[in-house]
């Protein structure tokens, strides 16, 4: 009878599996006792996590998840054991494209924000695996280039939720095969893991000379060491208070140190070179970022931690404060690289938008400083094709609720904090300047930004200038790309060396912004700024010393949806 009842508990959890929320819950604490061992790929995890119930209704059956190599072992409520069947679940949240999802039933129903804590158990194996990527037709070679994260004695570097769940999550299915799943599956889960809080204690044993444990979070971790004969345990405890944005991850490798601040380097053996070679273009750094951020404020004890990868082909990865990369690089990359982290430790933000935005900024100013504006803008132009991907993907659900929900200060998708706010603050220092944008930067406070206008309210008191449109189209809400093209323009010469340019533009798109306006004369060229607002025309008159050619409207500043028709020939003058 018992196996009876137990096997019908087991049946109801397999029809409701379809039907569950799996997003009923957020994650508010985790406290892991995590076991690394490199030589059989293991992985090996006991603690607690707290959750709260975050859904519209009371909920009895909730769902936790972790990679498909990995397996639930247990899952206790005050004690006792909660029934659970544990279910393949196909996710390219996870590198092996599924996740392992044990579905519970809870003793009795849990209010809305009401709470539990569960005891869990857990443990498997974590190898290279490709398949989410090799399974879409991407080469096996380049899938490990981007997917490199494995437990193993060469090399062990683990990344969190996005890559490998390695720690307990909750999520509806993601596909690389439905446009944005990717995008919404993860940007739903940073949003509701945001403010948890956790401790994690890793360790690892093994012989011979003790290898590192490093992890990302704010303090980098504290490593102990014990030896035991010719064995020896290495112990690090990682805080994350609270995750905010940042995606757990550890690495285990005998490294050698390289203390320069403002950096920290992790390199590895015969490697020493190439490390020094980034800490010089850190130190040459420091200078340009000083003066567009200032020093470190608010973050005592922040400092960037680089830590090398194996494979020079490895793409790197940041989160929080370390970052993971490849040291063997080109110098100028390097250089890049080290502004961006540089920019991190020096403007703190709880604001991704803002944190990550200004990082990518300062890499563009960065350019531009050694190479000229041109420079900057090809720079940002790397990035503006899968920004206008993402918009366009978008852009079925542009209306005022979901455009809300990803504008800038909500959004977790990558390309909107990272490369759009880049354009926005690169938008911004156009129009206002560099000394104002730089006092504005100085008189920027974290604790202070309440709310989502604090920033805005900075620049207008110091500027005295109306900048709610810009700031509600970009910033506010997500309105997608403007479009700009050349209605109409009307040349007219005034004097034997002297013409006048009349020029309608028009903005197709749904933002506003102000852009610049190039007219290409038969020796130089003149160059104004015109604000055109979303689905709106404007009018400039522009003079001109010798014959106009053509007109370009924006220099590569603005992110647009389509650029083909940003030139418009002049044919004809009018006396």
């Not at 247990?74 to 949240?93: A, E």
């Not at 989410?132 to 037709?137: D, E």
Request: charged share 20%; proline share 5%.
């Amino acid at each position: 009878m018992k196996f009876l009842r137990i096997l019908s508990i087991l049946c109801g959890l397999l029809l409701q599996a379809y039907a569950i929320d799996r997003e009923a819950f957020a994650f508010t604490n985790y406290n892991l006792d995590v076991r690394v061992e490199p030589e059989q790929q293991r992985l090996a995890v006991r603690g607690k996590i707290s959750l709260r119930n975050e859904s519209a209704s009371p909920q009895k059956t909730l769902s936790l998840q972790i990679s498909s190599s990995l397996g639930w072992r247990s899952i206790q409520l005050d004690g006792k054991p909660v029934q659970f069947v544990s279910q393949p679940f196909t996710s390219v949240i996870d590198h092996t494209g599924a996740l392992s999802d044990a579905l519970v039933i809870l003793p009795k129903e849990v209010p809305l924000q009401g709470t539990l804590e569960l005891e869990i158990g857990y443990e498997g194996i974590i190898p290279l695996d490709v398949t989410r990527l090799t399974r879409i037709g991407v080469p096996e070679e380049k899938a490990r280039d981007s997917d490199w994260d494995q437990i193993s004695t060469s090399f062990t570097a683990v990344r969190g939720v996005g890559y490998v769940a390695w720690y307990p999550v909750a999520t509806e299915s993601a596909s690389l095969s439905e446009g944005n799943s990717v995008f919404q599956t993860l940007a739903r889960w940073k949003a509701r893991e945001a403010l948890a809080e956790a401790t994690i204690k890793l360790s690892h044993s093994g012989e011979g000379t003790p290898a590192r444990l490093l992890c990302n979070c704010r303090s980098g971790g504290w490593p102990t060491y014990e030896q035991m004969g010719k064995s020896h345990e290495t112990v690090t405890a990682c805080l994350f208070h609270p995750l905010k944005q940042t995606v757990p991850l550890f690495v285990i490798g005998h490294y050698d140190g390289l203390d320069r601040p403002p950096v920290n380097i992790s390199y590895l053996p015969d490697h020493k070179p190439a490390a020094e070679n980034y800490a010089l273009a850190a130190q040459l750094a420091v200078a340009f970022v000083t003066d567009w951020f200032g020093t470190t404020k608010e973050r005592a004890g922040v400092r960037v931690q680089v830590v090398e990868l194996s494979d020079p082909e490895a793409a790197p990865y940041e989160s929080g404060s370390m970052l993971l990369t490849p040291l063997d690089r080109d110098s100028r990359l390097v250089q890049l690289t080290a502004v961006h982290e540089l920019t991190h430790v020096a403007f703190f933000s709880p604001r991704p938008w803002i944190y990550e935005g200004l990082a990518h900024f300062a890499q563009a100013l960065y350019q531009e400083r050694g190479h000229g504006r041109q420079a900057a803008l090809d720079f940002m132009g790397l990035q503006r094709t899968a920004l206008a991907d993402a918009e366009k993907a978008f852009a079925g659900d542009h209306h005022q609720n979901t455009g809300a929900s990803e504008s800038l200060v909500n959004t977790s998708i990558e390309e909107f904090y990272r490369s759009k706010a880049m354009y926005v603050w690169w938008m911004l220092r156009d129009m206002i300047g560099d000394d104002a944008l730089k006092k504005v930067l100085a008189a920027y406070h974290p604790d202070a930004d309440q709310t989502p206008s604090y920033l805005q309210h900075l620049i207008e008191s110091e500027t005295k200038r109306d900048l709610e449109w810009f700031f509600d189209d970009w910033v506010y809400g997500d309105h997608g790309l403007p479009d700009f093209h050349v209605a109409s323009a009307y040349p007219r010469q005034t004097s034997v060396n002297a013409y006048v340019v009349t020029v309608t533009l028009e903005n197709l798109g749904d933002a506003g912004a102000e852009v610049p306006v190039i007219l290409k004369l038969e020796r130089g060229e003149v160059t104004k700024r015109l604000r055109v607002l979303a689905q709106a025309k404007a009018i400039i008159r522009m003079e001109a010393a010798s014959t106009p050619q053509e007109i370009v409207v924006n220099d590569g500043s603005v992110p647009e949806r389509d650029k083909s028709n940003n030139v418009f020939k002049i044919e004809k003058l009018n006396r």
